[in-house]
Nanobody, 121 residues
Framework: VQLQASGGGLVQAGGFLRLSCGAS????????MGWYRQAPGKERELVAA???????NYADSVKGRFTISRNNAKNMLYLQMSSLKVEDTAVYYC????????????????WGQGTLVTVSS
């Protein structure tokens, strides 16, 4: 299963961006999808995640500013980011886990290639 992230770019502090991530390949089901980010010199961290039922989880640093959503029919994941801060600057990665079929040995966990978000002051 391949994930393709897009939507990053340069934005001023206080602005907004929408990231998208599409999953392709042999997909039977997708369980959890999430966005992670990695700033220069820092470890990758979870930004937000959403399960197949729509339950969401956010990092404290983005609560109230970011909204994660998904379109299960299209295997798409989104991250609406608003009130962006300089400290949100990072490469954002999408992640998904699920199954490519029924039975044993059919699980997958994939990462997208990352999309750069730069927030200027």
């Amino acid at each position: 299963v391949q994930l393709q992230a897009s939507g990053g770019g340069l934005v001023q502090a206080g602005g907004f961006l929408r990231l998208s991530c599409g999953a392709s390949g042999t997909i039977f089901s997708i369980n959890t999808m999430g966005w992670y980010r990695q700033a220069p010199g820092k470890e990758r961290e979870l930004v937000a995640a959403i399960n197949s039922g729509g339950s969401t989880n956010y990092a404290d640093s983005v609560k109230g500013r970011f909204t994660i959503s998904r379109n299960n029919a299209k295997n798409m994941l989104y991250l609406q980011m608003s009130s962006l801060k300089v400290e949100d600057t990072a490469v954002y990665y999408c992640n998904a886990d699920g199954r490519i079929g029924k039975g044993w040995g059919t699980t997958f966990a994939s990462w997208g290639q990352g999309t750069l978000v730069t927030v200027s002051s």
